[in-house]
Each structure stands twice: as structure tokens, then as C-alpha cells.
């Protein structure tokens, strides 16, 4: 069997990754890790991690210091189905090469195979890519292999020195380079790999004598020449599939171009978007054929959105379902939330996490729910709050319908029948319960349970005393211009 053939088998004997990502990231300016800031709509170290988890590796070892919990959280909570994922710590940031250690550390002495290594900030890296390096340094024979790049202007990329013969003698970081080690166009991209005993040999063998004073991953290259072993550059064409993110002019350039990849593809399928300049899709989304999207749209998270639907502008969307056909007219915000087929939103609704819309509903504007499963043509068409509770089937919930959720300490569930009227400024004093084809006076304030069929109703009577008006106005005489006209 080839290299090729035992890859694709998923037979590599034993391969490891590892994703150094516990750095805060000086260049970022920011208090938060540099691999929690997004990148369309997704932490960056998701997407750098995305690949690695595809490659077969186990274990992948994510290598955490700088706020490691919200780190570690964010992964596992992305990636919770994925068995081969561990974590390293690495408490202080001493470089690249240290914090390596730290994962080879976690991973059993018992481990001989392969070790792949790459860096948190690198969002592009495919995973096809990191199977055709792998091939390639298995079959090479190397004790070391990198992939490099070459680029018109290198920046602060750590340059590859190649000896007279043309072999890769060493890599050094710019900010050690001579000037004529600076103008090396060759750059190491930070995708490397190797047997899991030459890394532990030889990762302890870095030291710190250089300008930053920290323990450099690239020092492995000059370790293995010293050696005499073989390292290899695999020197790659699309130097944009290996953008290092140091900066937040960075973070922009990169995520404009993941945009724009992401925005080609949806049309490509057969989405229209209406201004692409300014609908902004995460990676993971998935929209059907014949949808129309907007101006000012974010579509983020794992959301799915079916075919011919129509998102008219300004839309905020995270984790949500829609079914084919549906509608939002502009202004909607949504949150993992399920909707269904033929639904018309908005304009201006707040659909809230747990809402379930079973199909043919209606949600309009100034409507907020949370943890509410709506049954098949049920509309909710105004100012209405619609909180844990459970609305049947073609049930109709006036204008102003409160659900009265919340007593302070507690949240309680409310449960509306099928086919119920439900009248304007109603408030439903949860826990309560109204049964079927239940008809709700408007005004009403519902404090008990509710039988089928029923009629119900709260109302005072009214009172009116005739000549109030004018009696008022007298009395204010002298105060203001005319009474009433200010607010
Ligand atoms: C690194 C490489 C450089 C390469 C470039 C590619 C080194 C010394 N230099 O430089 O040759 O051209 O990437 O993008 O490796 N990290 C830790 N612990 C630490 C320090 C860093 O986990 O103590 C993590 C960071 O979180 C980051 C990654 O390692 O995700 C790379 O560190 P960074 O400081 O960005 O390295 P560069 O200076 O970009
Ligand atoms: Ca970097």
C-alpha cells in the first residue's frame, strides 16, 4: 500500500496534531486571546482547528495559557463530537517552541508516530492541503518537513536560509535576520511535521539566546541539520491559505477575503444576494437554491436556511433553521431558533433561543419570543411577548398578548389550545393553562386555567361621568397655555 492509500484509509500509523494557540497575542492590542476574535462569525481558532480535526490525527492537542478556560470552552463547545481532541497547557507564554513542548508532554511516551504542528492563527489552512504535506514528508524520508511559501514582501515571517547546495539550513525570525537574511522572499508558514521522537529529543535541545528571548519552534530546522538529518520545505503556490494573523488590519484583510470566497460559493449554488458587499455568511452555512438575500444581513453559526426564502435586509441570524419559502421582511434577529416552511417574519421581530415555529406561522413586527413552540398556522401579528410557553395550531394571538413569564425568581410555562382567539392587551399569568378553541376577551388578565370552548373574560365595568372634560380644563385654568399639549 502507497503513503497515498494508507491516507486515505485513514491508516497513517499513528498521527498526532497539535495547534499552539496560548498566546495572547501582543500585536492584537486587545484583553481578549487573539484566537477568540472572529473571523466570519467564528473565532478564528475554530477554523484553524477544523482542518486538523479532518485530518484523521489523533489525538489533536490543543495547546492553551492565555484566557485557556474561555479558549478550551469555546472549542469544546464547537467541537463537543469530536473524540481525539485534548488539551495542553502552556501557563506562561515562553514561544512557540516551549508551548510544543507542553503538548508533547501531554501526549503518552508510548506514542511513536507522526506529529503534525500548526499555529492558532492561521484560519485558511485546508484540510487537503495538510493531506498532501502529510503524503509528502512520509514519503520524503525527512526527519523534518515545513511548509513554506514565497511572497513579494515577507514582513515579520520568519525567512528560510537554504544552503549552498539549496538545502534548508535553517529558518530564522525577521526580527533576527541580517539584512540580506531579511530580503529572503521564502517564508516558513508554521505547518510542520515530524516523528514524535525526534520532536521530544529535540525540543528540548531550543534555546532562548535571540531577540525576543523565547524558546523558538523554528530552531528544530538548524537542530535537525546540526544532526545531520534531512529537513524538507515543501514550498506551496497560494500563499493566502497560510496568513499567520498578527494584527487586527490583518484579521480584516483575511476575513474580507473568507467573505468573499463564502459570498461565491452561495451564488455559485444558486443564492441570490442582493448587495454582496454587505452580507456577511459563516463559513458552516448552508442556504438552498433560489433564496434572496438582502443588503445587511449576518447569517452566522450553523444555520440553515432552505430554498426561496426571502430575507428582505438588516437581519441578524445565529444557529437558526428556516424553512423553504419563508419571509423575513426587514429587521429580524434570531437565535437558535427552529422555523418552519411559509413563515412571515417581522418587520422588526425578536425571535429568541427555543422558539420553535411549526410552518405557515406569522411573527410581525414588535414581537419578541423565547423558548416558544408556535403550532402550524399560528399568528402572532404585534406587540407581543411570547415567552416559555406552547401555542397550538391555528390559534390567532392579538395585539399586545403578554405571556407573564417570570415572577422574579421563577420562570413559568404557559399552554395556549388549537384554533384559540386570543384578545388584544391580554395578559396570561404563567403557570396557566387554556384549552382548546378557547375565545379570550381582549383586556382580559388570565390568572386561572382555562376548559375548552370556553369564553373568558375580565372586565370592570365601565363608568363614564359626563362633562369630566371640561370640569378638568377649569379647574387647570391659569396653569398652561392650553392643558394637554405638552408630554
Ligand atoms: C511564527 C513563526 C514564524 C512564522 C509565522 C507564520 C516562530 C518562532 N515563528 O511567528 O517563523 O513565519 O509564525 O505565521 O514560531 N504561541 C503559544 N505559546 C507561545 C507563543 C506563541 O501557544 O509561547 C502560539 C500563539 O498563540 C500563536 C502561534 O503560537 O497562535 C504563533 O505565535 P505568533 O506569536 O503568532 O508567531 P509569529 O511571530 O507569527
Ligand atoms: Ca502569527
Known amino acids: 500500500?502507497?503513503?497515498?492509500?494508507?491516507?486515505?484509509?485513514?491508516?497513517?500509523?499513528?498521527?498526532?496534531?497539535?495547534?499552539?494557540?496560548?498566546?495572547?497575542?501582543?500585536?492584537?492590542?486587545?484583553?481578549r486571546a487573539k484566537v477568540l476574535h472572529e473571523l466570519a462569525g467564528e473565532p478564528m481558532i475554530l477554523h484553524a482547528l477544523r482542518p486538523l480535526l479532518a485530518s484523521g490525527a489523533d489525538p489533536v492537542i490543543v495547546v492553551v495559557g492565555h484566557q485557556a478556560e474561555?479558549?478550551?470552552?469555546?472549542?469544546?463547545?464547537?467541537?463537543?463530537?469530536?473524540?481525539?481532541?485534548?488539551?495542553?497547557?502552556?501557563?506562561?507564554?515562553?514561544?512557540?517552541?516551549?508551548?510544543?513542548?507542553?503538548?508533547?508532554?501531554?501526549?503518552?511516551p508510548s506514542f511513536a508516530g507522526q506529529v503534525l504542528i500548526t499555529y492558532g492563527d492561521m484560519p485558511r489552512l485546508q484540510a487537503r492541503t495538510i493531506g498532501s504535506f502529510l503524503r509528502a514528508h512520509g514519503e520524503s524520508g525527512a526527519a523534518l518537513s515545513f511548509i513554506s511559501v514565497e511572497l513579494d514582501d515577507a514582513g515579520s515571517?520568519?525567512?528560510?536560509?537554504?544552503?549552498?547546495?539549496?538545502?534548508?539550513?535553517?529558518?530564522?525570525?525577521?526580527?533576527?535576520?541580517?539584512?540580506v537574511q531579511r530580503a529572503i522572499r521564502e517564508i516558513n508558514t508554521g505547518v510542520y511535521a515530524a516523528s514524535a521522537d525526534f520532536l521530544r529529543s529535540a525540543l528540548g535541545a531550543i534555546r532562548s539566546d535571540n531577540a525576543q528571548g523565547e524558546y523558538y519552534l523554528t530552531d528544530l530546522v538548524a537542530i535537525a541539520r546540526a544532526r545531520g538529518l534531512t529537513v524538507k520545505a515543501f514550498v506551496a503556490r497560494d500563499f493566502r491559505e497560510f496568513a499567520g494573523i498578527n494584527s487586527r488590519e490583518e484579521l480584516a484583510a483575511v476575513n474580507a477575503e473568507m467573505r468573499?470566497?463564502?459570498?461565491?460559493?452561495?451564488?455559485?449554488?444558486?443564492?441570490?444576494?442582493?448587495?454582496?458587499?454587505?452580507?456577511?455568511?459563516?463559513?458552516q452555512v448552508e442556504i438552498?437554491?433560489?433564496?434572496?438575500?438582502?443588503?445587511?444581513v449576518q447569517i452566522l453559526g450553523r444555520s440553515r436556511i432552505g430554498s426561496g426564502v426571502r430575507i428582505d435586509g438588516t437581519a441578524w441570524l445565529s444557529d437558526v433553521v428556516i424553512g423553504d419559502r419563508s419571509h423575513l421582511k426587514i429587521g429580524i434577529r434570531a437565535e437558535q431558533c427552529v422555523i418552519g416552511e411559509d413563515c412571515e417574519l417581522g418587520p422588526f421581530a425578536h425571535l429568541r433561543e427555543g422558539t420553535e415555529l411549526e410552518g405557515h406561522n406569522r411573527i410581525g413586527n414588535f414581537v419578541e419570543t423565547k423558548k416558544a413552540q408556535i403550532g402550524y398556522g399560528t399568528k402572532a401579528s404585534h406587540l407581543s411577548y411570547l415567552g416559555d410557553a406552547r401555542v397550538g395550531r391555528e390559534t390567532n394571538v392579538g395585539c399586545g398578548v403578554i405571556t407573564v413569564n417570570y415572577d422574579g425568581y421563577d420562570k413559568h410555562r404557559t399552554e395556549i389550545g388549537d384554533r384559540c382567539m386570543v384578545g388584544c392587551d391580554t395578559q396570561l399569568i404563567a403557570p396557566i393553562k387554556i384549552g382548546n378553541d378557547v375565545y379570550v376577551a381582549s383586556g382580559t388578565t388570565i390568572l386561572r386555567d382555562v376548559e375548552d370552548g370556553c369564553l373568558v373574560m375580565s372586565h370592570h365595568p365601565q363608568r363614564e361621568k359626563p362633562g369630566w372634560t371640561a370640569d378638568w380644563h377649569q379647574r387647570h385654568r391659569g396653569k398652561g397655555e392650553s392643558g394637554g399639549s405638552e408630554s
Open 1 to 31: 500500500m502507497s503513503t497515498t492509500e494508507l491516507l486515505e484509509a485513514g491508516q497513517w500509523t499513528p498521527l498526532a496534531a497539535i495547534a499552539l494557540a496560548a498566546g495572547l497575542g501582543t500585536r492584537m492590542r486587545s484583553a
Open 70 to 108: 474561555q479558549v478550551e470552552a469555546v472549542v469544546r463547545g464547537a467541537f463537543s463530537h469530536c473524540g481525539s481532541l485534548r488539551f495542553a497547557r502552556q501557563a506562561v507564554q515562553r514561544g512557540t517552541g516551549h508551548a510544543a513542548r507542553c503538548a508533547m508532554e501531554s501526549l503518552p
Open 157 to 179: 515571517y520568519g525567512r528560510v536560509v537554504r544552503d549552498a547546495a539549496g538545502n534548508v539550513a535553517a529558518i530564522v525570525e525577521a526580527r533576527d535576520a541580517s539584512p
Open 260 to 283: 468573499k470566497l463564502i459570498n461565491a460559493r452561495l451564488m455559485a449554488a444558486g443564492v441570490t444576494l442582493i448587495d454582496p458587499d454587505t452580507a456577511y455568511i459563516g463559513e
Open 288 to 296: 438552498g437554491m433560489d433564496t434572496v438575500i438582502g443588503p445587511n
